[in-house]
């Protein structure tokens, strides 16, 4: 490896560490998903009211919260945030070793940034292009949240990459933790299956068995979670209520039209434009034949599936969906980092005209 390649390496592993710690060190301030999440770690050695006035009294955010205005209503809404086995043990995890729990959740997230980092930057070689990508306002929200979103990032990039290496063992093993992590990640676990069963890359009976399995998975963690479902979370995030479990538990076709039609609307408002443009840029105009080109297809339709069942456009819920696409942009725009090898001939061997894909 030249010097010039180990220098700006090392550049960029110290800017994606000084990343992470501004991220530890600087969480979002008004960020009230993560007061929940640590109601329900300390609910597993503390009664509901014990644990109210901790998290009532410990930011302004909670304290002026109306949700929160007693333990039952604490209490109601840990069910929708509960369905997050994975990231509540990795906070519990963080937690044992004396960190407070709201560092523990900082720490969680900061992490997880770190690891998108080191692994988009073992997809695409590219130092500068990466830390471009990190540095992006929707990627760096991601580190500084107290949400699942980055860990979620972390296992579906994980797992992308691990396919593209044809490492399919492992990248499906990623990808079906990953529901554990967030159960709506079922939606692109499912289309993955088809895409890869549509491409020979799996047996359709395998892929019918793994999606049997993913469901399974939400549906008992929607179980002994005590989640509401999908009906009443939609009514509480988009119609309102005080308690999720005091709203009305079906959602006429007219309230979903005007819910859809207000997320559509804030999509300009938001960096999904650019990314998407990053996406059919790679798509169109990316090196042939590519690592992470053929999975923008699945991961698009994913994207919009999620959209449709839940019509929002934070960016943190399609930041899985962002660092595949900046990773197929990348690999488009230099083949021989992301490759680690010498430019290739210019003339196409019969391998890459038509590839033989094992099927498992």
């Given amino acids: ?42 609910g597993r050695t503390q009664s509901l009211q014990a644990i109210y006035p901790i998290v009532k009294h410990s930011n302004p955010r909670a304290e002026a919260s109306s949700v929160l205005d007693s333990p039952e209503h604490m209490g109601q809404l840990e069910p929708l945030y509960a369905i997050r086995p994975v990231y509540i043990w990795a906070i519990e995890l963080l937690a044992r070793t004396g960190l407070p729990i709201q560092k523990a959740i900082n720490g969680v997230s900061a992490m997880s940034l770190v690891g998108i980092g080191l692994l988009l930057f073992g997809c695409t070689r590219a130092p500068l292009p990466c830390a471009l990508i990190m540095a992006s306002p929707a990627i760096v929200l991601l580190g500084r949240m107290g949400t699942p979103d980055a860990l979620s990032a972390l296992f579906i990039l994980s797992s992308a990459w691990a396919l593209s290496e044809r490492k399919d063992l492992l990248g499906l093993l990623l990808l079906m933790t990953s529901v554990w992590v967030r159960t ?13 069963g549509f491409e020979g890359r799996l047996r359709f ?20 979670s005590g989640n509401y479902g999908w009906s009443i979370l939609f009514h509480y995030s988009f119609i309102g209520g005080r308690s999720p479990a005091e709203v009305p538990t079906h959602v006429t076709l007219r309230q979903y039209a005007v819910a859809f039609a207000k997320g559509a609307e804030q999509i300009g408002g938001q960096q999904m434009s650019l990314w998407i443009l990053l996406g059919i840029t790679a798509f169109y105009r990316g090196a042939r034949p590519a690592k992470f080109r053929w999975m923008l297809v699945p991961f698009a339709v994913a994207a919009a599936t999620r959209f449709v069942l839940f019509p929002t456009i934070e960016d943190r819920y399609f930041a899985w969906a962002y660092l595949v696409a900046g990773a197929a942009f990348l690999e488009g725009m230099f083949p021989n980092e992301a490759s680690g090898s010498q430019p290739a001939s210019s003339t196409p061997s019969l391998e890459m005209i038509a590839p033989q894909t094992p099927r498992i």
């Fill in 1 to 42: 490896m030249k010097v010039g390649h180990v220098l700006s390496a090392a550049l960029y592993m110290g800017f994606l560490l000084c990343v992470g710690v501004v991220c530890l060190l600087r969480p979002v301030p008004d960020d009230f998903d993560r007061y929940i999440y640590e109601a329900i770690v300390r």
């Fill in 184 to 196: 709506d990640n079922v939606l692109l676990v499912l289309i993955l299956l088809a895409w890869l």
């Fill in 205 to 224: 009976l395998h892929a019918g068995v793994l999606a049997a399995l993913a469901l399974c998975s939400v549906l008992f963690i929607n179980h002994y």
